[in-house]
């Protein structure tokens, strides 16, 4: 399995910055995804990362070390708006397989 | 809106039925995945088709069965419904040119 960990929740400043680490253990895997998902709706892709190193999209930012089996999303400028889960996925042979998620919850 | 439609929003049924679940892809879009999402599970991969064949399964229960029509919308059959089978189902879409999936708002279903 990919053995995919993700902490459970964070809560951070609006206006601040917020880190969410995933760290995964599979022998290999196409690449690895992250997705926002508010409550009872679906996941809204954020950023795809193939090779290793830092995409940077906006206000958000995703990282990946395939030798290190680690990869995070940075959220820059936190909004009200950015209360949400996040989930980072591996993508292996067309099938996603998703994290249990991180709950983030933005503080005014 | 991610261009992937499904219906119905919200379906509630009793243990023992079948019920159907429709996805209509992006356009251009000729892979299907469907996901389920329960809140001890969390989101799974069920099935994948591209292009009306089947490509990739996972871990899908027998009582469950897929297919993609040549219009490329899909259809998720449920039956022999169990009350554990309550989650919202999700599709995905993809393009050829792109590993990103695309999720539809997904299906409540919740069994009584």
């Known amino acids: 399995g990919q053995n995919i960990d993700q902490p459970t929740e964070m809560t951070a400043t609006e206006g601040a910055i917020v880190q969410i680490n995933c760290t995964y253990q599979?022998?290999?895997?196409?690449?690895l995804f992250w997705y926002q998902q508010h409550a009872g709706e679906a996941p809204t892709f954020l950023s795809y990362n193939v090779l290793d190193g830092l995409e940077e999209k906006g206000r958000f930012s995703s990282f990946l070390s395939r030798s290190k089996g680690y990869s995070y999303l940075l959220l820059k400028e936190l909004q009200m708006k950015d209360s949400a889960s996040y989930l980072c996925?591996?993508?292996?042979?067309?099938?996603?397989?998703f994290g249990a998620g991180t709950t983030v919850t933005v503080r005014a | 809106d991610s261009g992937v439609t499904q219906t119905p929003k919200h379906l509630i049924t009793a243990t023992g039925q079948r019920v159907t679940l429709r996805c209509s892809p992006r356009?251009?879009?000729?892979?299907v995945y469907w996901y389920q999402q329960s809140l001890d599970q969390g989101l799974q991969f069920l099935i994948q088709?591209?292009?009306?064949?089947?490509?990739a399964k996972g871990n899908i229960l027998e009582r469950f069965s897929a297919q993609q029509f040549p219009d490329l919308h899909s259809e998720l059959n449920l039956s022999s419904l169990e009350l554990g089978d309550s989650a919202l189902y999700f599709c995905a879409s993809s393009s050829p040119s792109s590993d990103t999936q695309y999720f539809g708002p997904g299906t409540r279903l919740t069994v009584l």
């Open positions: 996925a591996l993508l292996d042979d067309y099938k996603l397989s």
């Open positions: 356009s251009g879009d000729l892979s």
């Open positions: 088709y591209y292009n009306g064949e089947e490509r």
């Open positions: 599979t022998s290999g895997f196409n690449g």
